[in-house]
T-cell receptor, first 114, second 116 residues
Framework: EAQVTQNPRYLITVTGKKLTVTCSQN?????MSWYRQDPGLGLRQIYY???????DKGDVPEGYKVSRKEKRNFPLILESPSPNQTSLYFC?????????????FGNGTRLTVT | AQTVTQSQPEMSVQEAETVTLSCTYD???????LFWYKQPPSRQMILVIR????KQQNATENRFSVNFQKAAKSFSLKISDSQLGDAAMYFC?????????????WGAGTKLIIKP
């Protein structure tokens, strides 16, 4: 089944404790992206990747890191989480970032930083 | 700046009736795609319907249809014969070029409540 898999679905952590949210897609998509969703703000892009080893900042990249060593994986890393990073996170992928193609979403990760 | 605006934070409709959700967008690009996504309480993002900017005909998917007014930059979603399962957050989004790449710009969402 074609899908984007995010883990974990829920995560509670404390300020400053490094964490990684994993994202994997099995559709051979070139484009992958991370969003955070906050009430009243919709989805805001954190980072995106046009292909392997190519990553770029989105609208709200501060406090986050990503890597794209393989085409299928695009982990989101919070080196030192803070309470303002409490949010719902989505990973998404599409065929290519250079053509118009719809995004496929993971099921989201609810992160709470205390 | 490219923006998407959903002016209705919340809408409610009686089951079996019709409801229209508003969306306006602003882009200087001539080539773009418009989407409506549904997010039920399960949090999953589900693509409801999409419209290519160069197509004049309004997209339709079963009970869901859009009213695409290109000159007015308006892209409203009409849900006919509303069902309890339609209760969700609905997001309007515009896929448009930004620095030679296509990126998705999102509205803030409209919460749809279905009254039984």
């Amino acid at each position: 089944e074609a899908q984007v898999t995010q883990n974990p679905r829920y995560l509670i952590t404390v300020t400053g404790k490094k964490l990684t949210v994993t994202c994997s897609q099995n559709m051979n998509h070139e484009y992958m992206s991370w969003y955070r969703q906050d009430p009243g703000l919709g989805l805001r892009q954190i980072y995106y990747s046009m292909n392997v080893e190519v990553t770029d900042k989105g609208d709200v990249p501060e406090g986050y890191k990503v890597s794209r060593k393989e085409k299928r994986n695009f982990p989101l890393i919070l080196e030192s989480p803070s309470p303002n990073q409490t949010s719902l996170y989505f990973c998404a992928s599409s065929l290519s970032g250079r053509v118009r193609s719809p995004l496929h979403f993971g099921n989201g990760t609810r992160l709470t930083v205390t | 700046a490219q923006t998407v605006t959903q002016s209705q934070p919340e809408m409610s409709v009686q089951e079996a009736e019709t409801v229209t959700l508003s969306c306006t967008y602003d882009t200087s690009e001539s080539d773009y795609y418009l989407f409506w996504y549904k997010q039920p309480p399960s949090r999953q993002m589900i693509l409801v319907i999409r419209q290519e900017a160069y197509k004049q005909q309004n997209a339709t998917e079963n009970r869901f249809s859009v009213n695409f007014q290109k000159a007015a930059k308006s892209f409203s979603l009409k849900i006919s014969d509303s069902q309890l399962g339609d209760a969700a957050m609905y997001f309007c989004a515009c896929l448009t070029k930004s620095n030679s790449n296509y990126q998705l710009i999102w509205g803030a969402g409209t919460k749809l409540i279905i009254k039984p």
